[in-house]
């Protein structure tokens, strides 16, 4: 293989395994009916299934670093990937729950392991001058893996039954971890960016209330994607427009399209009018969606639900100016540390959201049964779904108040 094609080749591996985690991230949500009647649970119980896997997830972003500067994203994705898919076997034909919840931990804890590998070889085996372009090209790959979790994975479960599905899914992501350790390499000879996790400096950042600020923001901000996009959006749109599942499923992943294009868009109206100045606006952008999306007359009308999902998955990128702000909050020498701190708490938004949605859901129940299991009226998802707008205010308004401190300590210096 000539060194041009081997630099690619070794990156393929980790961003297989980016891209496959989106879909075992999502598919849990195309089954929300068979899910509850599998372990009898509530919209509640649903929740927190949902919102164990972020747990997960933004518990290993810190370890998972530490492991990849110590033994390479060989071992690393390897480990992650195979014990993604027996968590996932163990979900499929488990019918403890605690064991349910037990076997979306330990997805999510490896899934952890997606972008930070995809990141640690792009470093090895690309020069620094073709990093950023690099970790560009895998988000628009991996978010193609959110796109096909949704409406392609829905007519399958369709076709052949969720856990026929979910076994299917579990021996691919085995298959993913057994050809990375077969096949990818640790190093090369090309000089490695310097990402590594400066555990010494963390303390730092938990004292800094500007970091603490974006963080929570960020958090807030994050429920049109990991609150609505993730879990609850395709069984939103079954009650309130009676949408079968695989359709309802292609509009929501309209989000993740927009999102292919959101970064570039947002990046350059930041050059002109500040990171912060266009956080703000894209919280109010999703205010004004949400609020239409929960209480438009008609919402018939798929063309424009699907525009609207666009825009939506356009401004859920101003993540990636979250990122760029953060950078400019602290030292070159602890970037590495505040970004991973940053995604940690973004993701612990997807626990907050569906806990407090599933919960919300429970409480505006209005007695509806089938065959023993909560069936949930439009009114009970348009209440819990609320709490997504609210919260992109009180982030958005979180945004301007760092703005005001920051403006006011470089006029002080």
């Known amino acids: 293989m000539s060194k041009r094609i081997l630099p690619y080749a070794m990156w393929v591996f980790p961003l297989a395994f980016f891209t496959y985690q989106f879909i075992l991230r999502l598919w849990p949500s195309l089954m929300m009916q068979q899910i509850m009647q599998q372990f009898q649970i509530d919209a509640t119980g649903f929740g927190l299934l949902a919102s164990i896997y972020y747990y997960g997830y933004a518990g290993m972003q810190l370890p998972i670093a530490v492991l990849l500067d110590r033994y390479g994203a060989r071992y690393v994705v390897c480990v992650c990937a195979v014990t993604c898919g027996l968590a996932t076997l163990l979900f499929t034909y488990t ?18 392991a997606g972008f930070l590998a995809t990141s640690k070889v792009i470093s090895q085996w690309f020069g620094r001058q073709y990093y950023a372009r690099m970790v560009g090209f895998s988000f628009t790959v991996g978010l193609l893996g959110a796109i096909y979790g949704g409406k392609p994975v829905s007519l399958m479960v369709d076709n052949f039954g969720w856990q026929q599905v979910a076994f299917v899914l579990a021996i691919v992501s085995i298959g993913i971890g057994v050809l990375t350790l077969l096949f990818l390499k640790n190093s090369n000879s090309t000089e490695e960016t310097d990402t590594a996790i400066c555990l010494k400096d963390f303390g730092k950042i938990l004292k800094s209330p500007s970091i603490w600020l974006l963080a929570i923001a960020n958090l807030l901000m994050v429920g049109p994607l990991e609150g609505f996009a993730d879990v ?4 939103y749109l079954i009650a309130a427009i009676n949408l079968n599942k695989a359709d309802a499923a292609g509009i929501v992943s309209c989000i993740f399209v927009g999102m292919l294009f959101g ?3 947002l990046a350059a109206f930041a050059k002109r009018f500040s ?5 703000t606006l894209c919280s109010v952008g999703m205010v004004l969606a949400f609020v239409y999306l929960l209480f438009g007359k008609d919402l018939s009308n798929t063309y424009i639900l699907s525009v609207l999902f666009f825009g939506v998955g356009i401004l859920c990128c101003y993540q990636v100016l979250v990122f760029a702000s953060g950078s400019e909050l602290v030292s070159p020498a602890m970037l590495g540390v505040t970004i991973a701190f940053l995604n940690c708490i973004n993701m612990l938004g997807g626990s907050f959201f569906h806990s407090t949605i599933g919960w919300a859901m429970d409480m505006f129940w209005t007695g509806l049964t089938d065959n023993g299991i909560r069936q949930y009226a439009v009114e009970s998802y348009q209440k819990a779904l609320l709490i997504i707008p609210l919260s992109a205010v009180v982030g958005g308004g979180l945004v301007v108040i760092l703005k005001v401190i920051t403006q006011n300590k470089s006029q002080k210096s």
């Open 95 to 112: 019918s403890n729950w605690h064991l349910a919840l037990l076997s979306r931990f330990l997805v999510g804890a490896g899934s952890a």
């Open 275 to 279: 990171n912060y100045s266009v956080i």
């Open 263 to 265: 970064g570039p868009l």
């Open 232 to 235: 609850w959006g395709v069984n």
